[in-house]
């Protein structure tokens, strides 16, 4: 079943430039109350118009909840979203925020929890971080970039945090170990990863590789992780009564509007779930982040915003 959010007129407070591509957002709902409370690790879609509307970690202290705030890496060659909110989402803007849902939570037990970001992909760990200093838990932060220009938030995090993280500078030749830290980590230990796909995927390799569990790997990356070549295929709609060829370079999703079918969808990354649509015949490549891997494996649904067919033919519930 398809996950509705709930969504809450908001408005923009204040707009920070962190580096030269990332900016720091603060929202407040315009009717005054408080956000809903979330975990460190949730997500929120902000709905900019009709057009654009995007995933972001939520980066806000969880017991703050008046306002939330995320940060912006600008990607021009993305889907445009990025774009609108540093060229054109200043402070007094007006938007949509969904409440928050969280697909990359903290593990609640474990010996020892290492958290490695890349870039942008700090953000979901400043609320973490918070909860496991709370909690009284074992953690570190290996933080990667390319230059200290680009280090967001680094100096936020070695005020609270100083002695849990630890950082690698591209342009200064200080490179993170990946096997040398996961190698090297007592049983039980809990590894996340946020951050650009071939960290991500270099990552699990490594956990892999030193046989940790497939529950003590957690990763998000907000990005599309669909390849480029694919393959054309069918898909027939069983209650429109219709049939649209896909092509490769076309989500269905895309392929659906193009006959002027509405489909709720807000991230159009795989994350939010909203497109989620029953599998009737066929079997789908699962790109997404929101159904489990059991859920997967079972083909009873899927994203139809990033996944696709295995095959040349798939007929869907709508």
């Known amino acids: ?165 630890f950082s690698y500078v591209d342009s200064e030749g200080s490179m993170l170990n990946l096997d040398e830290l996961i190698s090297s980590q007592p049983k039980g230990t809990h590894v996340y990863v946020c951050g650009p796909k071939p960290m991500i995927d270099a990552v699990i390799d490594c956990c892999n590789k030193h046989r940790y569990r497939d529950e003590y790997i957690h990763w998000e990356q907000f990005a599309s992780t669909v390849p480029e070549d694919g393959e054309a295929f069918t898909v027939v709609l069983a209650k429109s009564n219709q049939e649209i060829e896909v092509q490769s370079n076309q989500t269905i999703l895309q392929a659906i509007e193009t006959l002027n079918i509405d489909v709720e969808c807000l991230c159009r990354e795989g994350v939010c779930g909203t497109c989620e649509t029953a599998i009737l015949e066929g079997e789908a490549e699962h790109f997404d982040q929101y159904l489990s891997d059991a859920e997967k494996a079972s083909q009873k649904s899927m994203m139809i915003c990033v996944s696709r067919a295995k095959g040349k033919k798939l007929v869907l519930d709508l």
């Not at 600008?74 to 445009?80: H, I, L, N, P």
């Not at 020892?112 to 942008?120: C, D, E, P, T, W």
């Not at 970039?145 to 936020?156: F, G, I, K, N, V």
């Open 1 to 165: 079943m398809a996950s509705h959010y709930e969504m809450f007129p908001a408005v923009v407070t204040r707009v920070e430039q962190l580096t030269p591509l990332i900016k720091r957002f603060t929202f407040k709902r315009q009717d005054g109350q408080n956000f809903p409370r979330f975990s460190g690790g949730s997500h929120i879609i902000v709905k900019m118009n009709e057009q654009l509307s995007n995933a972001y970690s939520l980066m806000s202290c969880t017991q703050d909840l008046s306002t939330y705030q995320v940060c912006v890496r600008k990607d021009v060659e993305g889907k445009g979203g990025s774009v609108f909110m540093h060229d054109q989402c200043n402070e007094g803007c007006e938007i949509q925020i969904s409440e928050p849902k969280n697909l990359f939570p903290l593990a609640e037990t474990g010996n020892k929890h290492i958290l490695i970001a890349g870039g942008i992909g700090i953000t979901p760990f400043l609320p973490q971080m918070d909860e496991l200093a709370a909690r009284g838990a074992e953690y570190e932060l290996h933080y990667a970039y390319r230059s200290p220009e680009h280090a967001a938030l680094l100096d936020e995090l070695t005020q609270k945090h100083a002695e849990h993280v």
